[in-house]
T-cell receptor, first 114, second 115 residues
Framework: GDSVTQMEGPVTLSEEAFLTINCTYT??????LFWYVQYPGEGLQLLLK?????DKGSNKGFEATYRKETTSFHLEKGSVQVSDSAVYFC?????????????FGKGTLLTVNP | NAGVMQNPRHLVRRRGQEARLRCSPM?????VYWYRQLPEEGLKFMVY????????ESGMPKERFSAEFPKEGPSILRIQQVVRGDSAAYFC?????????????FGPGTRLLVL
């Protein structure tokens, strides 16, 4: 079945450091790929998405590129802020009639120190 | 505009008791999804409901678990005779439109601990 593997946390960075959180996937067909973020005490929010190979999703300074050849969708940000501290989830949905089913990775806790 | 509400946020039950988790979707949303996150695992799809209908329950355990979304009131995920393996975070999401995954809005989750 479909699966998502993402970088083990926790990740601790200083403010303005470069961030990479790795995410790879296994899926049949042509999945759509997502990054969700969960701030403390809140629900998951969609951060960015990409629906086909070589697409780049971006939002709030975060970027991720859909790489079909390496089955990856790594999350990057050039300069993190304290307010980026949260849990980040990589996820996919697959094509077909049940494309509402999100398959998630385990989540990566990011802590950014001032 | 309030987001998706879930209550309780934390629930402690002893083995054999019943657990009821509630989810109030965003205003105007008629589609509800439940996901479970077991310790050290990612969120996993459990069930998709519309008002008064279960559309897809392929992720629900075959026994002890049930879900409903009545015409009035919140969606309820019910776990009968809980066991320690049911300890997990349960997330609810809602959407206004069927099948468009990017419009699923998530609640903060209910953390269930079974003693």
């Amino acid at each position: 079945g479909d699966s998502v593997t993402q970088m083990e946390g926790p990740v601790t960075l200083s403010e303005e450091a470069f961030l990479t959180i790795n995410c790879t996937y296994t899926a049949t067909g042509y999945p759509s790929l997502f990054w969700y973020v969960q701030y403390p005490g809140e629900g998951l929010q969609l951060l960015l998405k990409a629906t086909k190979a070589d697409d780049k999703g971006s939002n709030k300074g975060f970027e991720a590129t859909y790489r079909k050849e390496t089955t990856s969708f790594h999350l990057e940000k050039g300069s993190v802020q304290v307010s980026d501290s949260a849990v980040y989830f990589c996820a996919l949905t697959n094509s077909g009639g049940s494309n509402y089913k999100l398959t998630f990775g385990k989540g990566t806790l990011l802590t950014v120190n001032p | 505009n309030a987001g998706v509400m879930q209550n309780p946020r934390h629930l402690v039950r002893r083995r054999g008791q019943e657990a009821r988790l509630r989810c109030s979707p965003m205003k105007g949303h008629s589609h509800v999804y439940w996901y479970r996150q077991l310790p050290e695992e990612g969120l996993k799809f459990m069930v998709y409901l519309q008002k008064e209908n279960i559309i897809d329950e392929s992720g629900m355990p075959k026994e002890r678990f049930s879900a409903e979304f009545p015409k009035e009131g919140p969606s309820i995920l019910r776990i009968q005779q809980v066991v320690r393996g049911d300890s997990a975070a349960y997330f609810c999401a809602s959407s206004p439109i069927q099948g468009e995954q990017e419009t699923q809005y998530f609640g903060p989750g209910t953390r269930l601990l079974v003693l």
